[in-house]
């Protein structure tokens, strides 16, 4: 499930950068950061498959991301994740907790990275460098095709990264990441829903709706 909050958090790369990149695709890239900048605030759902190739299983899972400026709400079926631009709030229902971290909003520490989309929104040119690969249609959308290389090839756990970007809105419509153990993720994303009332306390956990749940706050 961490892996799929990584691959779900780079829909939105407000700064996706590379080096060697092609003129075309960069220049829709930083393109679609400046749109996302525009954005009030933002909901997302979307669904992902998970395929295994060395026995060929799959899994679907499907969420919702809410974004305003630095903070972000992602909600999965076994947790929610509040962001309040300064601490992370993991909620898990199951067993009635809450484990509240402090986020530096590192790009270079990978275990943040699995529970920071904002960290992954600004993925550095040292990360990527990207590829335009052509323009086509998928489920009736009009996209570009981007394909995301990474560039420390030997401590990257994925191989390439495909973008699907629907031409007119510049919103992601599909993401495909290639795992070197052959691990595929798929994940598909509905049109944005815009939200321009989404106060601050949105994003963190709701405590006095809830006060059978445990909180461990990591922080000190």
């Not at 030997?154 to 153990?181: G, N, P, V, W």
Request: proline share 3%; glycine share 2%.
């Amino acid at each position: 499930m961490n892996k799929i909050l990584f691959f779900t958090s780079l829909f939105i790369c407000s700064a996706l950068h590379g080096q060697i990149s092609d003129m075309r695709s960069q220049k829709i890239l930083d393109d679609m950061a400046i749109r996302i900048k525009t954005y009030a605030g933002v909901q997302l759902s979307f669904s992902a498959t998970v395929t295994q190739l060395q026995d060929k299983s799959e899994s679907t899972h499907a969420g919702k991301i809410w974004l305003k400026d630095d903070k972000y709400k992602m909600e999965l079926s076994d947790q929610t994740l509040y962001f309040n631009g300064v601490k992370l709030y993991q909620y898990l229902p199951e067993v009635k907790e809450v484990n509240v971290t402090q986020s530096d909003m590192s790009e270079d520490d990978d275990d943040l990275q699995l529970f920071n989309p904002k960290a992954l929104f600004r993925l550095s040119s040292k990360n990527f460098r990207s590829n335009f690969v052509r323009e086509g249609m998928e489920n009736h959308r009009k996209i570009f095709e981007i394909d995301l290389y990474p560039v420390q090839v030997k401590t990257t756990r994925y191989s390439r990264i495909r973008l699907c970007i629907e031409q007119e809105t510049l919103q992601m419509a599909h993401l495909k990441a290639f795992m070197k153990d052959g691990t595929q993720y798929a994940i598909d994303f509905a049109p944005y829903v815009m939200e321009r009332d989404l106060p601050d306390s949105f994003f963190e956990f709701p405590a006095s709706a809830h006060p059978d749940v445990e909180i461990n706050d990591l922080t000190f």
